[in-house]
């Protein structure tokens, strides 16, 4: 057989990238609908007829604004965390044992490196599909204001980064999927609920609010809502994407190790 | 210079992995030359994988030297890896793809364009005679299909070496027989081939120089007829006795064989000629039920070896 003149992959990174954007190309329909019924659902339930109780009780409303206004930066925050979250574990476990795709990735010219950037610049896309869906629906329900509250799409995108990046890198380490379901149980739903989506974050007892600090979802809330409210100043954001970008650093850290681990032994 | 010697393909001197305490390959030499179809032999868990996989890059050697094309995996494992066509003992597919698309895609890890991914998965789907399955998803496709589905995907690079890791196990003996049969004609082409197996007939088939491995060292090399040879008689003389017999003929077939193994189920007698053994057999009064002359194999090599049988 003829050799042809070797070449080492240029841009691995951007080949793993390919590999999910093939696949998502015969699933894609599916999940646009679902992107797009879920907050169709939550605003309608919570934000209008919850809101409708909360507000009746708040003649001011809750910093200022309705029910659903408050409410629907949060959910934005928590819908990026929760597409990172699933993105970041079934997804990785079919990889490494049930189809084994990145296995055959690291035969080709490969590395797990690339594996792992490939891997997030997908999840990064997913993302910013989702919240731009979302978005839109926010825009549809008079829950935003256009244009200023566009920013609030790259703010959902490091939110979701910041729950990937860790995620993928524990992800990675798991022989089964049987742990998958208490990070969903005990990580994301209980972030989901007391993250400052749904209430205030001052709402919570005073002790039980720097453990909020600490999650990323409550910066990343933060920061929707500050972009969806035009209440964001410019100090405040950087403090909330800088604990953002640090989740993801230390994530993409973890990652590059147990990545390794697992497909090179 | 027609008789200039070819640097050897893969180049190993005491070749080491461990995983912790355990070591599954300890200190193994073998070269490897362009063009041969070349054989790791030996049961489960003999370290076969293991050296397949330090040869294709993903995963480091605890010691030793090892060159694949010229080149050190520590250092050059992306560059080596352009080079080669990688068949997992496992199927690596990607089953929410077609069938085309597994292939497009690999290519693309290649860095082939799409028009050179089309082109080649076209010509590489009919060498494994699945070009009406083109559009199919994978989870339709039979083990067999599968399995020459992985085959063309390692050819999409148009290797230098292609790797494979138990090429076989689990198919049905057709689907094993038309396998066969296209490793055959990318020999044939020039293709180096390194395969590891636990069959003995896969062996004798494919391989022009095999290593026998066990408990992770290598305990014998050459070309299947040389085993054979050196380790084996020309023919033996296969004799099962009625249940309970067997354990009873304690030195009564003494000097009819030059060496006699005794299996739980059946005696095997190794010996230049098997029917003059079969007929002393008789001259001595003894009636096994069943008798079968039949040339040696690797398999009598092997048991030779180790005092164990292959497949157990």
């Known amino acids: 057989m003829a050799a042809t003149m070797p070449r080492v992959t240029r841009w691995p990174a951007v080949r793993v990238f390919e590999h999910h954007v093939m696949v998502y190309r015969r699933t894609w329909r599916g999940s646009i609908v679902t992107s797009f019924l879920s907050p169709v659902l939550f605003l309608s339930a919570m934000g209008l007829g919850l809101g409708t109780l909360v507000d009746a009780n708040n003649p001011g409303g809750i910093a200022g604004v309705t029910y659903l206004v408050f409410l629907a930066p949060g959910l934005l925050a928590s819908s990026a965390m929760q597409t990172a979250a699933f993105e970041s574990t079934y997804p990785i476990m079919s990889g490494m044992v049930w189809m084994k795709t990145y296995e055959a990735m690291v035969t080709s010219p490969i590395a797990p490196r690339s594996v792992v950037f490939g891997q997030l610049a997908w999840v990064a896309t997913r993302l910013t599909i989702v919240a731009s869906v979302f978005l839109g629906v926010m825009f549809a329900f008079g829950a935003a204001t256009f244009p200023s509250a566009l920013i609030a799409v790259p703010f959902a995108v490091l939110t979701g980064l910041a729950f990937a990046a860790p995620i993928q890198a524990f ?42 600090w600490l999650t990323p979802l409550y910066h990343g809330v933060a920061l929707s809502r500050g972009a969806a409210l035009g209440t964001l100043d410019l100090p405040t954001a950087l403090i909330h994407i800088g604990v953002l970008i640090a989740f993801i650093a230390i994530g993409i850290a973890a990652s590059l190790v147990t990545f390794r681990r697992r497909l090179v032994s | 210079m027609p008789n200039e010697p070819r640097p050897a393909l ?33 049961p489960n868990g003999a370290g076969k994988t293991s050296t397949m996989r330090m040869i294709g890059c993903v995963s480091p050697r605890s010691g030793g030297t090892l060159e694949v094309l010229g080149m050190d995996p520590d250092h050059d494992g992306p560059a080596i890896r352009a080079r080669l066509g990688v068949i997992p003992q496992q199927d690596t597919l990607d089953m929410e793809l077609t069938v085309q698309e597994n292939l497009w895609i690999y290519a693309r890890y290649f860095d082939l364009s799409y028009a050179e991914a089309r082109e080649r998965s076209k010509e590489l789907l009919e060498f494994v005679q699945l070009q009406d399955r083109a559009k199919d998803e994978v989870q339709n496709l039979s083990g067999g299909m599968k399995r020459r589905l992985t085959i063309a995907r390692g050819l999409i690079n148009e290797p230098d070496l292609m790797l494979l890791d138990e090429p076989t196990t689990g198919l049905d003996p057709q689907a094993r027989h038309l396998l ?9 082409r020039g293709v180096t081939l390194v395969l590891t197996t636990h069959f003995m007939d896969e062996a004798e088939q494919l391989c022009d120089r095999l290593v026998v491995m066990d408990k992770a060292t290598i305990v014998a090399q050459g070309s299947p007829r040389q085993l054979i040879e050196r380790y084996a008689t020309r023919e033996v003389l296969e004799l099962r006795f009625p249940q309970g017999v067997q354990e009873t003929l304690n030195g009564k077939l003494d000097g009819l064989a030059d060496r006699i193994e005794h299996l739980p189920d059946r005696l095997l007698l190794y010996t230049p000629d098997g029917d003059a053994a079969a007929a002393a057999v008789h001259d001595r009064g003894l009636a096994p039920e069943s008798v079968l002359v039949r040339r040696s194999t690797l398999e009598d090599v092997f048991l030779r070896l180790t005092g164990r049988t292959l497949i157990e």
Not at chain 2, 12 to 41: H, N
Not at chain 2, 181 to 188: C, E, I, T, V
């Open chain 1, 171 to 212: 992800s990675a380490t798991q022989k089964n999927d049987t742990n998958f379901n208490a990070i969903f149980r005990f990580g994301i739903t209980p972030l989901f609920i007391f993250s400052g989506t749904f209430f205030p974050v001052t709402q919570l007892p005073i002790y039980l609010q720097p453990i909020a």
């Open chain 2, 10 to 42: 893969i180049h190993a001197r005491a070749l080491t992995k461990r995983f912790g305490e355990m070591t599954a390959v300890d200190a193994i030499d073998f070269d490897v030359a362009p063009g041969e179809a070349f054989g790791f032999l030996g």
């Open chain 2, 180 to 188: 066969w049969d296209r490793l055959y004609r990318l020999k044939q």
